[in-house]
C-alpha cells in the first residue's frame, strides 16, 4: 500500500511538501500519480512520473508551480508545492500505476493507477 505524508494549512503564496511512499514493494516499472480532489468536484490529475521511461507530467494549472521527484530509494516520491493558491486547497492522494508512461498525460487518468494513498489534506487560506 502506500502511505502519504505532508500537507497542512498554508497562506497563499506558501509552500508545502507531500510524500508518498511504498510500503511492500518498490516503484521499479510503476508511474507514480497525484491526484486532488477539492470539495463538491471531481478529482483531478495534478501530476505524474513514471520510472518506467523517466517521463513527467504536470496539470497546466500546476506547471512551474509544483515538482515531483523521486527519492533516493525506489519506493518514495514527493510533490513539492509552492506558490500556493486557494485553488489548490484539497485532499491529495498519490497512487501506483504498473508500466504506465505519463509522457503527455495520455495515461495520466485515475482508473489506470490501482493502489492509492490515504490522502492528505492540504488548505491553503489566509
Known amino acids: 500500500h502506500l502511505v502519504q505524508s505532508g500537507g497542512g494549512l498554508v497562506q497563499p503564496g506558501g509552500s508545502l511538501n507531500l510524500s508518498c511512499a511504498a510500503s511492500?514493494?518498490?516503484?521499479?516499472?510503476?508511474?507514480i500519480g497525484w491526484f486532488r480532489q477539492a470539495p463538491g468536484k471531481e478529482r483531478e490529475e495534478v501530476s505524474c512520473?513514471?520510472?518506467?521511461?523517466?517521463?513527467?507530467f504536470y496539470s497546466e494549472s500546476v506547471k512551474g508551480r509544483f515538482i515531483i521527484s523521486r527519492g533516493d530509494a525506489s519506493n518514495t516520491v514527493f510533490l513539492q508545492m509552492s506558490g500556493l493558491k486557494p485553488e489548490d486547497t484539497g485532499i491529495y492522494y498519490c497512487?501506483?500505476?504498473?508500466?504506465?508512461?505519463?509522457?503527455?498525460?495520455?495515461?495520466?487518468?485515475?482508473?489506470?493507477?490501482?493502489?492509492w494513498g490515504q490522502g492528505t489534506q492540504v488548505t491553503v487560506s489566509s
Open positions: 512520473i513514471s520510472n518506467m521511461d523517466d517521463s513527467e
Open positions: 497512487a501506483a500505476g504498473v508500466r504506465l508512461t505519463c509522457s503527455g498525460g495520455r495515461w495520466f487518468k485515475a482508473n489506470y493507477f490501482g493502489t
Open positions: 511492500g514493494f518498490t516503484f521499479d516499472y510503476r508511474a
